[in-house]
């Protein structure tokens, strides 16, 4: 489904991907983890054609990405949803015009039948009576949701999680996660989660990917990441303080 | 340490990459307005938001600066006891220059800083990502329906500047200082020609373009947080305002 292969990518100097292959397994949850930092968002960015890597490629449903026009790149985009860290939420629309921007903008659907699809979707992430708040007007759980909402109401094929819990406490943590993993077993796309929620993040994924110094040390189902014994993947999955990552 | 020649060159590259960014981008916004134009809501957003939102400021504006003509015409023309042609030279002044030029200055500090501070913003929190992501092209619904709203509307406002400057300078030449109302209005349908008034529309245009254009540049560019905002705010009317200006000298010397 997605496959990026010696995927290379530096910001001024500082090289964040390097020579980076991974595969994700189509209809799986798929997490990518690793310290802060250490270029998850690019990587998921990469996935989308957000940004271009130097040298690499990135195949989505065997085509490469990274070597297309506007055109093109916009027709594989149809076969993604991507949820933001922040949500990315417009701001100057309310919740209802938010869900609805997308089926607006790419459907010929009636206004009635946009009104009953956007609380359709508001229903499936347990949002209801918020038409008309706008994105400042909610709670960071209730913006996530809304994004969630968002990003699934074209029914993708794929969808990218960037961070969907940071900043929130465990218990609408844990409904998020919970949220991804109902969402999932629904509509069966291919999902990208990228997190540091340690532990977590294996109870709802399926393979777990970590990432370090822009490569992928190693990929495995929860349980094998959870055994593995290479000293990185060690610390940060025990949080330890003494092991070969740094931090300052 | 690089020497003052490389430095030099540095800045020269530096500035030629961003000259050409510019005009890339410009002429993308322009390919976008003819391909795909979008819906006319998005348009009329714009003209509310650009044109209606800004009449009170031309307003204010056009009647004090038509009343400082009114003043300053009125004691320089009496010297030469010409004060009959009050209402020309006032007319003139406002169509042919102040007009278009204070009407454009006025728009990029209501709109233009705006517009570079909403689209900085959407980059910033990544809502611009989110078009793109939606398999959307962000400049259909941000920058080319400002480009269009900007050209439409830039005219619109210098138009009413120029009315309302015209009747400032009655104000106070006529009722304040005691021209002859005839000779204020006759003078003047006698001395403007249609060529004033169609090169006023033209800077107008032009300047819509240019207001519109860095703007929404300098918003899409914005650098990182709200520092990264901030200072492209600034630097898009800084810009704005210098350009608007030496284009109207330029398009003044063609015009004239």
């Known amino acids: 489904m997605i496959k990026l292969v010696n995927v290379t990518k530096s910001f001024d100097s500082q090289v964040v991907l390097n020579n980076l292959t991974l595969e994700v397994p189509p209809g799986k949850i798929t997490a990518v983890i690793g310290p802060s930092g250490e270029g998850k968002s690019v990587l998921l960015k990469h996935m ?104 699934l109401l074209l ?76 000293p990185v993947v060690r610390q940060f999955i025990t949080g330890s303080l003494e092991g070969p990552i740094r931090f300052v | 340490m690089p020497n003052p020649v490389e430095q030099l060159g540095a800045l020269s590259l530096s500035l030629l990459r961003e000259m050409g960014r510019m005009v890339n981008f410009l002429v993308y916004a322009l390919y976008k307005i003819i391909s795909s134009p979008g819906k006319p809501i998005h348009i009329l957003k714009q003209l509310y938001f650009i044109g209606a939102k800004s009449f009170f400021v031309i307003f204010l504006t056009a009647s004090f600066t038509g009343m400082v003509l009114g003043l300053q015409g009125y004691y320089t023309l009496t010297k030469f006891g010409s004060e009959g042609m009050l209402g020309s030279a006032v007319a003139l002044s406002l169509i042919r220059e102040l007009g278009p030029v204070l009407s454009a200055l006025m728009v990029t500090g209501r709109a233009g800083s705006a517009i570079t501070a909403e689209i900085g913003i959407m980059k910033i929190t990544e809502q611009i990502d989110a078009l793109r992501t939606m398999a959307l092209e962000p400049f259909k619904y941000l920058v ?31 009722k304040l200082l005691g021209v002859n109302p005839g000779a204020y209005f006759h003078e003047m349908e006698k001395s403007v020609e249609w060529k004033d008034v169609y090169s006023g529309i033209i800077k107008s245009i032009s300047f819509g373009v240019i207001i519109s254009w860095v703007c929404c540049y300098k918003g899409y560019y914005a650098g990182h947080g709200a520092e990264g905002v901030s200072r ?20 003044t010397s063609i015009l004239l």
């Not at chain 1, 979707?121 to 759980?141: F, N, Q, R, T, W």
């Not at chain 1, 977590?200 to 490569?215: K, P, Q, S």
């Not at chain 2, 492209?232 to 398009?251: E, Q």
């Open chain 1, 48 to 151: 989308i054609g957000l940004l271009r890597p130097e040298s690499g490629e990135v195949l989505v449903e065997g085509e490469d990405i990274t070597r297309m026009g506007r055109g093109s790149l916009n027709r594989v985009r149809e076969k993604f949803g991507m949820l933001f860290q922040n949500a990315a939420l417009f701001d100057s629309m309310t919740v209802f015009e938010n869900v609805a921007f997308p089926l607006e903008e790419k459907t010929r659907l009636s206004a009635t039948e946009i009104r009953d699809k956007v609380h359709e979707a508001l229903g499936h992430v347990g949002l209801k009576g918020i038409d008309k708040k706008y994105p400042d007007e909610l709670s960071g759980g209730m913006k996530k949701r809304v994004g969630l909402a968002r990003a």
């Open chain 1, 155 to 230: 029914n993708p094929k794929i969808v990218l999680f960037d961070e969907p819990t940071t900043g929130l406490d465990p218990i609408i943590c844990r409904a998020i996660h919970q949220l991804i993993k109902d969402t999932h077993a629904r509509f069966g796309f291919t999902a990208v989660v990228v997190s540091h929620e340690i532990p977590e993040i294996f109870d709802f994924t399926d393979h777990v990917a970590m990432l370090y110094r822009g490569e992928i040390l190693e990929m495995g189902t929860p349980a094998e990441i959870q055994r593995s014994t290479h």
């Open chain 2, 144 to 174: 080319s329906p400002k480009i269009v709203g900007a050209v439409i509307a830039v005219p619109l406002l210098c138009a009413i500047f120029d009315v309302v400057g015209i009747y400032g300078g009655y104000l106070v030449g006529v």
């Open chain 2, 232 to 251: 492209a705010t600034t630097s898009a009317v800084v810009m704005s305002s210098v350009l608007v200006l030496i284009w109207d000298y330029f398009l």
